[in-house]
Nanobody, 127 residues
Framework: QVQLVESGGGLVQAGGSLRLSCAAS????????MGWFRQAPGKEREFVAA????????YYADSVKGRFTISRDNAKSTVYLQMNSLKPVDTAVYHC????????????????????WGQGTQVTVSS
């Protein structure tokens, strides 16, 4: 069983930056692909970014490409999401996810391919 705890959310002005962290419990963290989804009020859950178990492959939604960077530290069982040039449309609850399956652009964007979800952290970007 893997438990995920997100941190680092908050209120920031447009153009600012935040760094989200997701700490995972359990000894099998290294075998999991990790990712981030977000959900704004009244909107569908949306894929943000994902990273393979080795960190060798990363995937991004078009809406965040060039602004967000996902990374992981397997020694610390932690995955990060560095968010730069934030916009009001980035306002949402951000959830960390973990999945044992293979990674590909289609697989990582599908919420059902992740077995474990964190409770989420709120990110609010003011204009």
């Amino acid at each position: 069983q893997v438990q995920l705890v997100e941190s680092g959310g908050g209120l920031v002005q447009a153009g600012g930056s935040l760094r989200l962290s997701c700490a995972a419990s359990g000894r099998t963290f290294n075998y999991y692909a990790m990712g981030w989804f977000r959900q704004a009020p009244g909107k569908e859950r949306e894929f943000v970014a994902a990273i393979s178990w080795s960190g060798g492959s990363t995937y991004y939604a078009d809406s965040v490409k060039g602004r967000f960077t996902i990374s992981r530290d397997n020694a610390k069982s932690t995955v990060y999401l560095q968010m730069n040039s934030l916009k009001p449309v980035d306002t949402a609850v951000y959830h960390c996810v973990a999945g044992r399956g293979p990674t590909s652009p289609i697989i990582v964007e599908t919420p059902g391919n992740y077995e474990h979800w964190g409770q989420g952290t709120q990110v609010t970007v003011s204009s």
